[in-house]
């Protein structure tokens, strides 16, 4: 039995957050002295530029706030055991808490070191807090794992989630504190390069900003939220998404706010509910499947004759907004400037790439994992192989968005077009003009450049696509 007088380490990962941390919250309650921790390891090293800099700059928004919580975040930089083991001898701490994730690299990792500080005699605990919904806990009649959504949707809505923990009043802190590394010095931006200045006034950073969010959306877009989501043109999603991937907010106060939305008569609230359920539905493929991060999860799909060269004109011309389809290329410099990208543009671009271009859904994934700042694994997989054709609840590979209807069906007077396509304009928007700020010079592109006609038009790029289906070898 350990000391009661001995610390808790708390191992923060993805839940930057003093509110409603089940791990957080237990900790304080044993009323021993607790001392988070951050390390740096070779998962979150191995980070694409604009996901590693974002976490760059929660980590040090959420250590302000412990500050202020009368805390501190400890920084480390290694392999977690060894860090764990000396951050153990250095202080007497008899326990670690954290927050479990699902992705098969931190499994495999959190197991070696619960396995291996319990044989050491040290209490270590995992706890929930990233889902609503365990994984393991949501079965089918047969007790099987869901592979549609619908289905899933129907299984969990109704049932208990898990009420928002408020935040510890105190966190009792140790006499001493061990050493913490400079967070400037392990450079979390250094990919990012010039395009680190343009995407910062796009970020909505730390718990407090995810609480206003919140609030926001509750109030003034929920009800109309079955419509706006769907516009590019508009304000019309929760923007949550930033958050969520670093836990600066639970999806548990997500939640209970869209409840209470509900409730209240607010039209779209269970369209906003569903979403938060579609992110659950991801993880729970992720865990019984992980495969889906890397290759077809239809297995079938190996066969399908796609481009899997990132390096083609095709796939670079797409990278860089210049498909010469403005719906397209609008929304990939949207992620560029800001990081993010609306959720229709993603469909849109994804679908581009994999039917239209023929490319593989790798390709994608692997620029979206280097360039958002809420990269997801398991949503970024999931979208993915969803807008591909190769994934669980997929669209048909029949189904081709045409860049040019869903772009007069959805921004039907071009005012997303016009905020970030420069090219042949007069005066273009500041926004389109801070693309060129942000990508890198050996691009070689500029406001004045003429653009680019069509690389694959969409009705050609339909039949394309419809002809390499009919004639797949599966």
């Known amino acids: 039995m350990q000391d009661s007088t001995s610390p808790v380490i708390i191992w923060f990962r993805r839940d930057l957050r003093l509110c409603d941390h089940p791990a957080l919250h237990a900790a304080c309650e044993t009323g021993r002295p607790v001392i988070p921790v951050y390390i740096l390891d070779d998962l979150a090293e191995g980070l694409g530029a604009a996901p590693k800099w974002r976490l760059g700059l ?21 392999d977690v055991l060894k860090v764990l083991s000396d951050l153990i001898r250095e202080t007497g701490a008899g326990a670690v808490y954290w927050s479990r994730l699902y992705d098969p690299d931190s499994v495999a990792r959190d197991t070696r070191v619960k396995s291996t500080l319990k044989e050491d005699g040290i209490e270590a605990r995992s706890f929930g807090g990233h889902l609503m919904f365990e994984p393991w806990t949501v079965q089918t009649k047969t007790g099987g794992y869901y592979k549609v959504y619908t289905p899933f949707w129907k299984m969990v809505r109704t049932r208990i989630v898990d009420a928002p923990l408020p935040a510890p009043k105190t966190i009792p802190a140790p006499r001493t504190w061990p050493n913490s590394d400079r967070l400037e010095t392990w450079q979390m931006g250094a990919a990012m390069n010039r395009g680190a200045s343009i995407v910062r006034p796009h970020v909505r950073l730390g718990e407090q900003a995810a609480s206003d969010r919140l609030a926001c959306f509750i109030d003034h877009i929920v009800a109309g939220y079955d419509a706006s989501r769907d516009r590019p043109d508009q304000d019309g999603t929760s923007g949550l998404s930033e958050n969520l991937a670093l836990g600066e907010i639970s999806p548990h106060r997500c939640w209970a706010a869209g409840m209470r939305a509900l409730q209240d008569g607010k039209a779209g609230s269970e369209t906003f509910l569903k979403e938060l359920v579609w992110r659950e539905f991801a993880y729970h493929l992720m865990h019984h499947t992980p495969r889906i991060l890397t290759g077809n999860w239809k297995e079938d799909w ?31 410099r949207e992620m560029y400037v800001t990081g993010r990208m609306h959720n229709r543009g993603r469909m849109i671009v994804a679908s581009y790439l994999t039917k239209h271009l023929q490319c593989h859904w790798q390709i994608g994934l692997k620029w979206f994992e280097d360039c958002l700042i809420d990269w997801d694994p398991a949503s970024n997989a999931i979208g993915w192989q969803w807008s591909a054709g190769s994934g669980p609840d997929a669209t048909p590979y029949f189904r081709v968005f045409n860049p040019v209807t869903q772009l007069d069906k959805f921004d039907p007077q071009r005012a997303y077009v016009r905020k970030w396509l420069a090219e042949g304009l007069s005066k273009p928007s500041q926004a389109a003009l801070s693309y060129f700020d942000a990508i890198p010079k050996s691009w070689q592109m500029a406001p004045s450049d003429a653009y680019p006609a069509a690389i694959v038009a969409a009705d050609v790029g339909r039949k394309r696509a419809l002809d390499a289906y009919e004639h797949r070898n599966f």
């Open 58 to 78: 929660g980590l040090e928004r959420f250590a302000r706030s412990l500050e202020a919580a009368g805390s501190r975040l400890i920084l480390r930089r290694g």
């Open 302 to 332: 190996d066969a399908f004759p796609w481009n899997t060269d990132p390096d083609t004109p095709e796939a670079i011309a797409w990278k860089r907004g210049r498909t010469g389809m403005q719906f397209v290329d609008a929304a990939m």
